[in-house]
């Protein structure tokens, strides 16, 4: 087996992937909203499109600053969040490189 093989069928990531994917997608992690409801920043809004506040939905799902890069990175402009479900992790991961968020 190759390393392209071996790298592309690994059913693990490394754990500081790991831990970004997962603070995107429960919430716990250096979005705005987050570290607004910690005292940390003065706003939750967005820092990319600066209308909402910056959740995980919101940057996952519907951020329009973000739709070309979700439509490339995430296969589409908008997400429901049911459709996150479906996402592989590393995809997200690619996502919120992409991003400027992990
Ligand atoms: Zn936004």
Not at 10 to 15: A, K, V
Not at 35 to 60: F, Q
Not at 85 to 95: C, S, T, V
Request: proline share 4%.
């Amino acid at each position: 087996m190759s390393l392209e093989t071996q790298t592309v069928y690994q059913p693990w990531m490394p754990r500081t992937q790991s831990r970004a994917v997962t603070g995107l997608l429960t919430g716990h992690n250096t979005l705005k909203r987050h570290l607004y409801l910690l005292g940390l920043l003065d706003s939750p809004l967005c820092r990319k499109c600066g209308l909402r506040e910056e959740t995980s939905a919101h940057i996952l799902c519907e951020c329009e600053a973000l739709a070309s890069l979700r439509h490339a990175y995430l296969g589409s402009f908008l997400l429901e969040p049911e459709d996150v479900k479906r996402l592989g992790m590393g995809a997200i991961w690619n996502f919120s490189t992409v991003t400027g968020l992990a």
